[in-house]
């Protein structure tokens, strides 16, 4: 449980920080889709354990996070910093 708790935690940070901090824009569609694969685990564990209402939420909880995953890998991908752009490569 603290390996899975450990993952949601970084899996909202990598949501949030690099939009924020314009650094490696691209980590937010990973960790989306990081996050969906663990809301469909709890969707999963949450039936087999009766709990209806605990998979709803995991369900909507999954859906936002596969909709960020699309909206940042498809619809508007972020663009690194004008700072990263001119590093030299290597």
Do not use: N, W
Request: with cysteine; net charge positive.
């Amino acid at each position: 449980m603290r390996f899975i708790g450990v993952c949601e935690v970084l899996g909202a940070i990598g949501l949030i920080l690099p939009g924020l901090l314009r650094i490696r824009p691209g980590l937010t569609p990973l960790a989306a889709a990081g996050l969906v694969i663990i809301m469909i685990g709890a969707t999963v564990i949450s039936l087999i354990g009766g709990e209806i209402t605990a998979a709803l939420v995991s369900v909507v909880v999954g859906l936002l996070a596969a909709f960020v995953a699309y909206g940042r890998r498809r619809v508007a991908p972020q663009r690194a910093s004008h700072r990263s752009a001119l590093r030299p490569a290597g």
